[in-house]
DNA sequence: GAAAAGTAGTTGTGTTCGCAACCATTCTTT
DNA sequence: AAAGAATGGTTGCGAACACAACTACTTTTC
């Protein structure tokens, strides 16, 4: 309650701005990605067992690092697993986890996507700005998910 | 093709921040809105409404300004149209469309979740900001935003 | 002014995801 | 070492949404 404190009129615009814009720069970025029959999940579980050693991650610290629950990871893996881009190998030392690991028709399907994403990245976004803009984007959101970590505990 | 281009480390580290912190950003602030029992799509559609003459709209004019497809939203008014936050009503004019209007109770809603929903905008968001950081992400996103309006003609 | 094209809204269908319940395995406690 | 708690993964369920097909009107075209 209290006073509304309402946003100014930047503030108002930069939030507003952020809200509405964002969804439609993912789904262009993505849309980008259709020809390699990918999607932009699909494209960083790929990328993100890329740059992983020995190129893979056990499901759960996968599922961590997309930012998706268990259930939700295991079900986007059908994709990845039917289109034969990753496999999975059961852990010897502990039966409970499973490895993803980065087939090497995964890792050839991601090179070759990788300067298509990486241009859209550039074309619908990162050459439109400044680069105070972009420094202002990169502090501005790591704040937000500092703060966001230290609220959840 | 041609040389993958790769962007800077503070190119990359904008788009990484903002890939990875939006949705949780969105979410954190939607989680605030539970206790009235609205989500994020719903606080925007009485706030779209509340902000049009007469507090009411087309269903079509309503979808695209809240970015949803025509099927989207008349499976979001289920939800507000249950809880009696907004009524319908069929035009004589043209009698293909049906305006959405906002109720009394739909406003008093809103009006009572405004506060705590600004809260949350400037507590995950807004507070953490400098102000250059604020005016760059609204230009930045304003920019974005013209780009693929022109690109999807 | 009749046919064709366009527009408004609804309704199947399919996708992606979270949550909670569940099983199997491992770790902790005593 | 047995009981309980925690962890890793899957599955059933339900929510939100896009897309395409459909109905019902309206506008355009000739």
Same mark, same amino acid.
């Given at each position: ?100 690991? @980065? %087939? /090497? ?7 070759? #996507? ?8 550039? *074309?619908? &976004?990162?050459?439109? @700005? %400044? /680069? ?7 502090? #501005? ?8 970590? *230290?609220? &959840?505990?």
């Amino acid at each position: 309650m209290s006073e509304p404190n309402w946003l100014t009129p930047d503030e108002m615009r930069a939030w507003r701005m952020f809200i509405s814009t964002s969804g439609d720069l993912l789904k262009a970025i993505e849309g980008d990605l259709a020809p390699f029959r990918l999607d932009l999940g699909d494209y960083q579980l790929l990328a993100m067992l890329s740059e992983s050693p020995e190129q893979q991650l056990r499901m759960c610290d996968l599922a961590e690092t997309l930012q998706l629950s268990r259930g939700g990871l295991t079900r986007r893996m059908e994709g990845v697993l039917k289109a034969k881009l990753v496999s999975r190998r059961r852990s010897d030392d502990d039966k409970r986890v499973a490895y993803v690991v @980065l %087939t /090497s028709k995964g890792l050839a399907l991601l090179k070759k #996507a990788a300067p298509t994403h990486l241009c859209s990245v550039r *074309r619908m &976004m990162i050459d439109h @700005l %400044t /680069s105070g803009e972009i420094k202002a984007i990169g502090s #501005a959101f790591a704040k937000i998910a500092d703060h966001l970590g *230290r609220e &959840m505990d």
